[in-house]
């Protein structure tokens, strides 16, 4: 039996029921012309995710049913059969899939497998569910899942393919981090061929706060096949999928009855719509993205989504000449466009030509707009003020605190007059160790290089000169030594270690979650670890106050680091 399958890899969000409702509509429309008998969404389709404590609020859940009706009776011509996500409340709140056809929800399956790390928080709105579900769709057997209902050992999949299926259809809104898809992919492909069935894969792209989701919706069979579609795009993935590929594969292997639970099964049947041959539907080949090409197109992705879903329209940030200011600059322009972005360069009698040289001849290479707003006088006037207060104490790293607050709030202001939204442009390094300034350069809207460190930040930039087939980001910013240029012969190496020694300390405890000591028996000085380490604790109040900013790696500074302020181990 073939059944053209689509995959409504569509970009949603939280909380806009009537937009998501457009998209999924759009989607339907686009599937059924090209004689789609499944279309398939992503997980919590019409809510948005992760909808967070929008969970709490039952206007909202209430809403949210009434936009599920709304679609089914608006697909009520439609022969497919529509699985789309959204909650289901009786109650106790469960994420769910509603399984549609010609205008009626013919079932509901109850997400089993909630997850509860890293950046997910299910366990703390959603109930699980008790029951797999089945559909019978004429010789086919379907088992529906969402997201981690896969990842988890003996899921759902067990039982469904022990009672038969065939197909299998997931829902799912997996979050992007660097060549996580080389994990999913082989996830897939593992439990297509150890359940012999065939794996269709809807995830949800966009970016939902710090969350970027980066698509790559894919059919994996048990032959090994794998078909992906397009990265970090909305994507209409239509395939012609024959399920007797999965019996013939469980008939020579025969595997499934090993795994067997017993566990009770939900049933319905659903008029099926299939093809007694695959027609000539080319099958895509999406080219694999490098490893900095897909932290280029997460973090495009995650800047332009932050601006259009809450409203704004253009971004301003400082330009300092170095690297962190150049790469956000860049990554903007490539997002949203040159007159979208405005750089401001904010000089000080500290601030050396060569900044400004780099400064100015980043904005002419990216065809920006730059302002000029010097700080010396403001500078003087704040010390002045006081003087008085100050005249006992030798000056100190308050002075150059107070050059970066002088900054941040010149940003804000323009931010508050012309509604730009203000990018800060540290990375994971300085949030790291604290070497930034709250209420500085730490201020503004969204952190983009937050999950950065400082080595990957050059070997970004150097990609998107490749990209760019020029020198955007000039090559002196690539030569000179990195400075905080808040005093005199400043240097970041005059306080931290050496980056490319400090970045490996921080990623072995940070996202590898080794001790001091795991980490020196790795090679590194213990006085350099204790350091590194001692500053990462000191500035956990810092981190608490910072814009939200990409999550692109496994372990990121937010929801995924939830460390106390007051702490003393």
Same mark, same amino acid.
């Given at each position: 039996?073939?059944?053209?399958?689509?995959?409504?890899?569509?970009?949603?969000?939280?909380?806009?029921?009537?937009?998501?409702?457009?998209? /999924?509509?759009?989607?339907? @429309?686009?599937?059924?012309?090209?004689?789609?008998?499944?279309?398939?969404?992503?997980?919590?389709?019409?809510?948005?995710?992760?909808?967070?404590?929008?969970?709490?609020?039952?206007?909202?859940?209430?809403?949210?049913?009434?936009?599920?009706?709304?679609?089914?009776?608006?697909?009520?011509?439609?022969?497919?059969?529509?699985?789309?996500?959204?909650?289901?409340?009786?109650?106790?709140?469960?994420?769910?899939?509603?399984?549609?056809?010609?205008?009626?929800?013919?079932?509901?399956?109850?997400?089993?497998?909630?997850?509860?790390?890293?950046?997910?928080?299910?366990?703390?709105?959603?109930?699980?569910? =008790?029951?797999?579900?089945?559909?019978?769709?004429?010789?086919?057997? /379907?088992? /529906?899942?969402?997201?981690?209902?896969?990842?988890?050992?003996?899921?759902?999949?067990?039982?469904?393919?022990?009672?038969?299926?065939?197909?299998?259809?997931?829902?799912?809104?997996? #979050?992007?981090?660097?060549?996580?898809?080389?994990?999913?992919?082989?996830?897939?492909?593992?439990?297509?061929?150890?359940?012999?069935?065939?794996? $269709?894969?809807?995830?949800?792209?966009?970016?939902?706060?710090?969350?970027?989701?980066?698509?790559?919706?894919?059919? $994996?069979?048990?032959?090994?096949?794998?078909?992906?579609?397009?990265?970090?795009?909305?994507?209409?993935?239509?395939?012609?999928?024959?399920?007797?590929?999965?019996?013939?594969?469980?008939?020579?292997?025969?595997?499934?009855?090993?795994?067997?639970?017993?566990?009770?099964?939900?049933?319905?049947?659903?008029?099926?719509?299939?093809?007694?041959? $695959?027609?000539?539907?080319?099958?895509?080949?999406?080219?694999?993205?490098?490893?900095?090409?897909?932290?280029? =197109?997460?973090?495009?992705?995650? /800047?332009?989504?932050?601006?259009?879903?809450?409203?704004?329209?253009?971004?301003?940030?400082?330009?300092?000449?170095?690297?962190?200011?150049?790469?956000?600059?860049?990554?903007?322009?490539?997002?949203?466009?040159?007159?979208?972005?405005?750089?401001?360069?904010?000089?000080?009698?500290?601030?050396?030509?060569?900044?400004?040289? @780099?400064?100015?001849?980043?904005?002419?290479?990216?065809?920006?707009?730059?302002?000029?707003?010097?700080?010396?006088?403001?500078?003087?006037?704040?010390?002045?003020?006081?003087?008085?207060?100050?005249?006992?104490?030798?000056?100190?790293?308050?002075?150059?605190?107070?050059?970066?607050?002088?900054?941040?709030?010149?940003?804000? $202001?323009?931010?508050?007059?012309?509604?730009?939204?203000?990018?800060?442009?540290?990375?994971?390094?300085?949030?790291?160790?604290?070497?930034?300034?709250?209420?500085?350069?730490?201020?503004?809207?969204?952190?983009?290089?937050?999950?950065?460190?400082?080595?990957?930040?050059?070997?970004?930039?150097?990609?998107?000169?490749?990209?760019?087939?020029?020198?955007?980001?000039?090559?002196?910013?690539?030569?000179?030594?990195?400075?905080?240029?808040?005093?005199?012969?400043?240097?970041?190496? @005059?306080?931290? #270690?050496?980056?490319?020694?400090?970045?490996?300390?921080?990623?072995?405890?940070?996202?590898?979650?080794?001790?001091?000591?795991?980490?020196?028996?790795?090679?590194?000085?213990?006085?350099?670890?204790?350091?590194?380490?001692?500053?990462?604790?000191?500035?956990?109040?810092?981190?608490?106050?910072?814009?939200?900013?990409?999550?692109?790696?496994?372990?990121?500074?937010?929801?995924?680091?939830?460390?106390?302020?007051?702490?003393?181990?």
């Amino acid at each position: 039996m073939i059944v053209r399958t689509a995959l409504a890899q569509i970009n949603t969000t939280v909380g806009d029921l009537d937009g998501n409702k457009r998209k /999924i509509i759009e989607a339907i @429309d686009r599937a059924t012309a090209l004689d789609s008998g499944i279309v398939l969404f992503p997980e919590l389709t019409i809510t948005g995710y992760p909808p967070e404590d929008l969970l709490l609020n039952t206007g909202f859940l209430r809403e949210n049913f009434a936009v599920l009706k709304e679609i089914a009776g608006q697909t009520a011509r439609s022969k497919a059969m529509i699985v789309l996500g959204f909650v289901d409340f009786v109650n106790e709140i469960y994420n769910a899939a509603a399984i549609l056809q010609r205008g009626e929800i013919k079932s509901v399956y109850r997400k089993m497998s909630l997850p509860n790390y890293s950046v997910f928080d299910e366990r703390r709105y959603f109930s699980p569910g =008790a029951h797999p579900l089945l559909v019978r769709f004429g010789e086919a057997k /379907i088992g /529906i899942n969402v997201c981690e209902d896969l990842w988890v050992p003996s899921g759902p999949i067990n039982d469904q393919t022990i009672a038969g299926a065939n197909l299998i259809l997931n829902l799912s809104a997996s #979050p992007f981090t660097s060549q996580k898809h080389k994990t999913r992919s082989s996830l897939l492909l593992t439990r297509a061929m150890e359940y012999s069935s065939t794996i $269709a894969y809807c995830n949800l792209v966009g970016a939902q706060d710090d969350l970027v989701f980066d698509g790559r919706s894919c059919v $994996a069979m048990p032959d090994g096949r794998l078909v992906v579609g397009r990265a970090f795009e909305e994507d209409l993935l239509v395939m012609d999928i024959d399920t007797d590929i999965s019996t013939r594969y469980n008939l020579f292997e025969g595997k499934r009855k090993v795994y067997s639970k017993n566990v009770s099964i939900e049933e319905v049947t659903v008029e099926p719509s299939y093809r007694e041959t $695959a027609s000539e539907l080319a099958v895509r080949r999406e080219s694999e993205l490098s490893k900095y090409d897909e932290l280029i =197109a997460a973090l495009e992705l995650g /800047i332009g989504d932050y601006l259009k879903k809450n409203n704004f329209e253009r971004i301003v940030l400082g330009l300092s000449g170095g690297m962190d200011s150049s790469l956000v600059a860049a990554l903007a322009v490539r997002a949203i466009g040159k007159n979208n972005v405005k750089g401001v360069f904010m000089p000080s009698r500290i601030t050396s030509n060569e900044s400004r040289r @780099d400064a100015m001849e980043l904005a002419e290479n990216l065809g920006i707009e730059i302002l000029e707003v010097p700080i010396e006088s403001i500078m003087d006037s704040t010390l002045k003020a006081l003087k008085t207060t100050f005249k006992d104490a030798a000056e100190d790293v308050t002075e150059e605190n107070l050059q970066a607050r002088i900054r941040g709030n010149i940003l804000m $202001a323009l931010s508050n007059k012309f509604g730009w939204l203000v990018l800060v442009t540290g990375n994971k390094s300085e949030m790291a160790t604290g070497y930034s300034t709250l209420y500085g350069d730490m201020a503004g809207g969204l952190a983009v290089l937050k999950d950065l460190y400082k080595t990957q930040v050059y070997m970004i930039a150097e990609r998107l000169n490749e990209l760019e087939e020029k020198d955007v980001i000039p090559s002196n910013v690539f030569l000179k030594a990195p400075s905080a240029e808040l005093k005199e012969g400043q240097k970041d190496q @005059d306080t931290l #270690p050496p980056y490319e020694i400090l970045d490996e300390i921080l990623r072995f405890h940070i996202e590898e979650g080794l001790s001091a000591e795991e980490i020196v028996l790795e090679g590194f000085e213990r006085s350099t670890v204790e350091h590194s380490l001692k500053l990462l604790r000191k500035s956990e109040y810092k981190r608490k106050q910072c814009a939200p900013g990409i999550k692109v790696s496994k372990r990121a500074f937010g929801k995924d680091w939830r460390m106390p302020i007051t702490n003393h181990y």
